[in-house]
């Protein structure tokens, strides 16, 4: 397998890898640059924007007809850690479920972006979740752990490294 997996990476056209059954599009040369990155995560970003007011809804028609629409107290609904947790929690299950389950978030289908782990396979849940808490460090560096693809040679943010996993461009279907 590690010898399969070595001989898809050093291969110089990742059109040679579409009949790789294995490793479907896995070569060195196929690993997605920051701006599709950006690009899949502005799609993503709007998702998940629209996900968090979906789950704002049903929070404050509870607290409207508990205690009554005028007297919703937003400030106070703000500081309550549960509510913070609760809100915190969907972009988070957003992205480790689409991760795992799925390989790739609805913005990296769209950009044909898929991950994979260091031996072309699915991630698991750690990983997954490493992932996620490492790209929020990768953005609060100021986007330095995201400008790190820029200098690595296998264009791998710090998330990637961190999470052991890789970005794959997905080659479209002849």
């Not at 010898?3 to 056209?13: I, K, N, Y």
């Not at 929020?136 to 264009?155: M, Q, R, T």
Request: glycine share 8%; proline share 5%.
């Amino acid at each position: 397998m590690a010898t399969e997996l070595a001989s898809v990476q050093r291969r110089p056209f990742c059109e040679s890898a579409m009949n790789d059954q294995t490793h479907p599009g896995f070569c060195n040369d196929s690993a997605p640059g920051l701006f599709r990155r950006l690009g899949a995560m502005l799609y993503d970003a709007m998702l998940v924007a629209g996900l968090l007011f979906m789950a704002i809804i049903p929070v404050i028609v509870m607290l409207g007809i508990v205690s009554g629409w005028d007297s919703i107290d937003t400030a106070r609904l703000r500081s309550n850690p549960f509510y913070i947790a609760y809100l915190l929690s969907v972009p988070f299950l957003f992205f480790v479920c689409f991760w795992k389950l799925a390989g790739q978030t609805l913005g990296m289908r769209t950009w044909r972006i898929r991950i994979v782990d260091e031996q072309g396979g699915g991630i698991s849940w750690r990983s997954a979740a490493v992932r996620y808490f490492a790209a929020v460090i990768s953005w609060g560096a100021l986007g330095l752990g995201y400008l790190w693809i820029l200098i690595d040679p296998e264009k791998r943010a710090w998330h990637d490294r961190l999470s052991r996993t890789r970005l794959i461009i997905v080659l479209k279907k002849p």
